[in-house]
């Protein structure tokens, strides 16, 4: 099973957005500065999550729960959300 930033990366690329765009608006959720080049850096570091931030988790989470759990309202992934964190 991949995890979670692989997941998002994979939403997103369904999505049609190129990865530039995906991380400018993770950026703009998160107040982040992530460059185009994270996720090879995540890659290296054998995705591992250990040093994201929160919110920027959660963020991931909204975009691949919906796309794992079908038939939830916004409200319900949003109380996953909180509790898987």
């Not at 703009?28 to 995705?47: H, L, V």
């Given at each position: 099973?991949?995890?979670?930033?692989?997941?998002?990366?994979?939403?997103?690329?369904?999505?049609?957005?190129?990865?530039?765009?995906?991380?400018?608006?993770?950026?703009?959720?998160?107040?982040?500065?992530?460059?185009?080049?994270?996720?090879?850096?995540?890659?290296?570091?054998?995705?591992?999550?250990e040093r994201t931030p929160t919110d920027v988790r959660r963020y991931m989470m909204?975009?691949?729960?919906?796309?794992?759990?079908?038939?939830?309202?916004?409200?319900?992934?949003?109380?996953?959300?909180?509790?898987?964190t």
């Amino acid at each position: 099973m991949t995890g979670l930033f692989e997941q998002w990366i994979q939403v997103e690329r369904e999505a049609g957005k190129k990865q530039k765009d995906s991380i400018s608006e993770l950026n703009a959720a998160c107040n982040t500065k992530y460059t185009e080049s994270w996720p090879s850096k995540m890659q290296g570091r054998g995705f591992s999550l250990e040093r994201t931030p929160t919110d920027v988790r959660r963020y991931m989470m909204a975009r691949v729960l919906p796309t794992l759990i079908e038939g939830k309202s916004e409200a319900e992934y949003k109380k996953l959300i909180i509790n898987l964190t």
